[in-house]
Nanobody, 128 residues
Framework: QVQLVESGGGLVQAGGSLRLSCTAS????????MGWFRQAPGQEREFVAA????????YYADSVKARFTISRDNAKNTVYLQMNSLRAEDTAVYYC?????????????????????WGQGTQVTVSS
């Protein structure tokens, strides 16, 4: 069993930045590929970004491309989401997710069903 704990959410003005962190309780094959998702009130959970085990491959939703950066530090069992140029429409609960599936590219990684473990979420609110 892997526990994921997110942190770093909060209230920020439009145009500002936040960095989310997600720390896994253990480093196993279950955290091979990591992703971030978000869910706004009344909307379905949507994919934000994913990163391979090595960190060499990343993938982003079009809505966040060039503004958000996903990275990971395997020595710390932690994945990060640096969010810049935040917009009001980025307001949501952000979830970290872990998958045991190896990934070296391809958009299939944006499917929530690929991920087995999920964090409890952290709220990000962007004021306009």
């Amino acid at each position: 069993q892997v526990q994921l704990v997110e942190s770093g959410g909060g209230l920020v003005q439009a145009g500002g930045s936040l960095r989310l962190s997600c720390t896994a309780s253990t480093r196993t094959s279950s955290t091979t590929t990591m992703g971030w998702f978000r869910q706004a009130p009344g909307q379905e959970r949507e994919f934000v970004a994913a990163i391979s085990w090595s960190g060499g491959t990343t993938y982003y939703a079009d809505s966040v491309k060039a503004r958000f950066t996903i990275s990971r530090d395997n020595a710390k069992n932690t994945v990060y989401l640096q969010m810049n140029s935040l917009r009001a429409e980025d307001t949501a609960v952000y979830y970290c997710a872990a998958s045991s599936r190896s990934w070296s590219g391809g958009s299939w990684i944006d499917n929530p069903g690929v991920y087995r473990y999920w964090g409890q979420g952290t709220q990000v609110t962007v004021s306009s």
